[in-house]
C-alpha cells in the first residue's frame, strides 16, 4: 500500500442508536470515539423519542433526530416514513447500532450511500460493511461490540478501554 492512503472523509454521519436506556447508554463511548475519528464531520443520532432528551446531553452529537413514531405505526410503515424524512438529509454514512433488520432497512431506504453494522437478523445484503454478530451463548460487551463497527470505517479509531 502506498503512503498515499488518505482515510475517507464523511460530511454527515448518522448513527441509529440502541432502543433503550441501557443500552443507548453502552453507545456512549462509541459516540466519544467516532467524534474522535471524524472530528470535522456532523453527527446525527436517530433515536427513540424518549431517549432524545438524554442524548442531546451528549457533546459527542451534533444533532439528535427523534424516531416519528407518532403514528402509532410499526414495522416496515414504520421504517418506510421515517427512511423517506432521513432521505432529504443525504447522510453519506451510517451505523446501525441496532443488530435488527428495520435499523439497517431504514438507512438504505434513507439513501445512505455506506452503512455498517453487525451482520444479524437477515440483514447483511444492506449492509455495505459488516462484521458477524457473536452467535447465541457467546457474549462480548455491548459497548465493545459497537465499539467494533468503527474500525470498518476508521481503521485507526479507538476501540477499547484506553477511550477516556
Known sequence: MSGNFKMPEFRRIIVRTPNWVG????????????????????????????????LSQVSSCDRVIPLDESQGEHGLRLVWRNARALRVQRFDLAFCLPPSF????????AGVG??????????GWLLTDKIPYLPNG?????????????????????TDKTLK
Open 138 to 158: 457467546q457474549r462480548r460487551h455491548r459497548a465493545l461490540g459497537s465499539l467494533s463497527l468503527l474500525n470498518l470505517v476508521f481503521p485507526d479509531a479507538i
Open 102 to 109: 428495520g435499523a439497517a432497512l431504514m438507512m438504505r431506504l
Open 114 to 123: 455506506r452503512r455498517v453494522g453487525h451482520d444479524a437478523d437477515h440483514r
Open 23 to 54: 443500552d443507548a447508554v453502552m453507545a456512549l463511548p462509541f459516540l466519544a470515539s467516532l467524534r474522535l475519528s471524524a472530528p470535522d464531520s456532523e453527527i446525527s443520532v436517530l433515536t427513540r423519542s424518549f431517549l432524545a432528551e438524554f
